[in-house]
């Protein structure tokens, strides 16, 4: 199981993830810390713990907007929030790169990656690219191009959801190959 972490210990750039469904599944966003966002008045302020993630269909519950952030459960796409917004009263984990291969066959599948990260200011640079121009795939998609998909491509410049394919195919080499070949085929197809 993934070690909790604590909010003080957040870095910008830190790729981190929350627990949903009674821990069937992980939701993913890259930690940006200090950044600007639209109040419920469509002002803007800098809150100090801003979150960049892909939210999809369905993954927002009906509420009413954050006072902090601004975010409307009713926004799909890459949006900007405050952490408690992205943790929505769940557990707090960050995701590990460049980890050995045989300590990720024994990690749950969506919670690390042998791939090493690129450095912090690509790193927001990508994040903040997206969140700007709209553009992060073609739509969300919970199999191919989903909050992982988003969080790794920021991190590594490849979007590849762990998550999904260990999920599917079987978290070893062989299954992650399954997945590219899987995604391909979707990519193609869309």
């Given at each position: 199981?993934?070690?909790?972490?604590?909010?003080?210990?957040?870095?910008?750039g830190d790729h981190i993830?929350?627990?949903?469904?009674?821990?069937?599944?992980?939701?993913?966003?890259?930690?940006?810390?200090?950044?600007?966002?639209?109040?419920?008045?469509?002002?803007?302020?800098?809150?100090?713990?801003?979150?960049?993630?892909?939210?999809?269909?369905?993954?927002?519950?009906?509420?009413?907007?954050?006072?902090?952030?601004?975010?409307?459960?009713?926004?799909?796409?890459?949006?900007?929030?405050?952490?408690?917004?992205?943790?929505?009263?769940?557990?707090?984990?960050?995701?590990?790169?460049?980890?050995?291969?045989?300590?990720?066959?024994?990690?749950?599948?969506?919670?690390?990656?042998?791939?090493?990260?690129?450095?912090?200011?690509?790193?927001?640079?990508?994040?903040?690219?997206?969140?700007?121009?709209?553009?992060?795939?073609?739509?969300?998609?919970?199999?191919?191009?989903?909050?992982?998909?988003?969080?790794?491509?920021?991190?590594?410049?490849?979007?590849?959801?762990?998550?999904?394919?260990?999920?599917?195919?079987?978290?070893?080499?062989?299954?992650?190959?399954?997945?590219?070949?899987?995604?391909?085929?979707?990519?193609?197809?869309?």
């Open positions: 199981m993934p070690e909790k972490r604590r909010r003080d210990s957040l870095r910008p993830y929350s627990d949903r469904l009674m821990k069937a599944y992980y939701h993913h966003g890259i930690y940006v810390g200090k950044a600007p966002v639209k109040n419920l008045r469509n002002e803007e302020k800098e809150i100090s713990d801003a979150v960049i993630h892909f939210l999809g269909v369905g993954k927002s519950k009906s509420q009413p907007p954050c006072e902090r952030c601004g975010h409307s459960s009713q926004r799909i796409g890459i949006v900007i929030t405050c952490l408690e917004c992205f943790l929505e009263s769940k557990s707090l984990y960050v995701y590990e790169y460049d980890v050995p291969y045989l300590k990720l066959r024994f990690r749950r599948s969506g919670t690390c990656s042998v791939k090493p990260s690129r450095p912090v200011d690509e790193v927001l640079q990508t994040a903040f690219g997206y969140l700007k121009d709209q553009n992060f795939g073609k739509k969300y998609n919970f199999l191919f191009n989903n909050c992982e998909d988003f969080a790794t491509r920021c991190k590594t410049g490849e979007a590849t959801s762990n998550q999904f394919a260990g999920l599917a195919f079987g978290f070893s080499v062989p299954g992650i190959l399954a997945y590219n070949v899987a995604k391909e085929i979707y990519e193609e197809l869309t």
